[in-house]
């Protein structure tokens, strides 16, 4: 099992947050630190809302520590494409004709499932102007 707590796998997350090696904070923080020191370069994320990843990890945590995970991914820290919405979070698609101050009224279903998890959502991802195309060249 990898120790670089920004790198591990889903699967060797829930089983360290399990044996209480691990808390799902000190991943989201490991993460938050390689996103910040190389989003600029790579334009990887649209969006990243700190407060609200370190409430959710937070969250993940105590149901860790009380024996209560809600479910197969709880505490794992996810991305979701800025294609599909996250409540409360704006939906770009990639593309400036999009109102940057709209926000999402509720979850799309996958990202609602990942939720129901306990998944711990970063922020959301570049993509092509409405997904158009397989390169990722997002302004």
Known sequence: MSRD?????ATDLV??????TISPVEVVKASLVEIRKHNETFNAFVHIDEGTTLAAAKASE????SGTPIGIVDGVP????DLAEVKGWPVRRGSRTSDPNFRSIADSPFVARLRDHGAV??????TPEYGWKGVTDSP
């Open 121 to 126: 959502f970063m922020g959301k991802t570049t």
């Open 78 to 81: 996810t991305t979701i494409k």
């Open 5 to 9: 707590l920004a790198m591990m796998s």
């Open 62 to 65: 105590e149901r860790w520590k």
């Open 15 to 20: 089983q360290a947050y399990a044996a209480g």
